[in-house]
Each structure stands twice: as C-alpha cells, then as structure tokens.
Nanobody, 120 residues
C-alpha cells in the first residue's frame, strides 16, 4: 500500500523559511510525477510545484524564485524548500504522486497534509 507522509510544517514569520519533506513508501512499480499542492481556507487546492516523469519542474507563478522542489530517489523522498515566505503562503501543503503500484493501474496518491502558517 502506497503511503505519503509529510513533515516540516509550522509557524514562521514573514520572510522566513521552511523545508517540507514527503516520505514515499509502498510496492511501487513506476512513478510518473510527484509534487506539492496547497489549500488555503476557503480556496481550492492548487499546484505549488511538481516534477514530471521527464524530470522537469513546474512552479506556480506565485512561488517562482522563492520555492524549490527537489527529490532523493534513493530515499524515496520529496522536498519543498520555501524561502521568503509571505502570509499568503499560509495553507495546508499536500504531497502528491501519480504512480503505479506493482500489479495495479496508475492513480493519484495524497499525503495527509502539513500546516504552514506565515504570520508575525
């Protein structure tokens, strides 16, 4: 069974930094994409940053130049380095992957989310 477990959220002042981590586990056959999404109160879930199957990255315009997505394939870990945080970055951040478990079709998997609050 595939599991995604996020960590690293918390309360930070504007201008500060946080690093989110996502641990992936399970009997994985093929990973097509991995990324980070966020959902602020009263808003729809939105893409923050992703890796495509080709290894390229995509960022939301609102985080370009401030956030960096990275991964450690050997450890099945995904990271999001967030710098110059703003109050509007406050949200629950979710790790996502589109993959195929051994013997099963491709599908989306989501972590439980980690709260990021940017406030003075």
């Amino acid at each position: 069974q595939v599991q995604l477990v996020e960590s690293g959220g918390g309360l930070v002042q504007p201008g500060g930094s946080l690093r989110l981590s996502c641990a992936l586990s399970g009997t994985i056959s093929v990973i097509d994409a991995m990324g980070w999404y966020r959902q602020a109160p009263g808003k729809q879930r939105e893409l923050v940053a992703t890796f495509t199957s080709a290894g390229s990255t995509t960022y939301a315009d609102s985080v370009k130049g401030r956030f960096t997505i990275s991964r450690d394939n050997a450890k099945d870990m995904l990271y999001l380095q967030m710098n110059s945080l703003k109050p509007e970055d406050t949200a629950v951040y979710y790790c996502n992957t589109f993959l195929r478990e051994t013997g099963k079709p491709f599908r989306d998997y989501w972590g439980q989310g980690t709260q990021v609050t940017v406030s003075s």
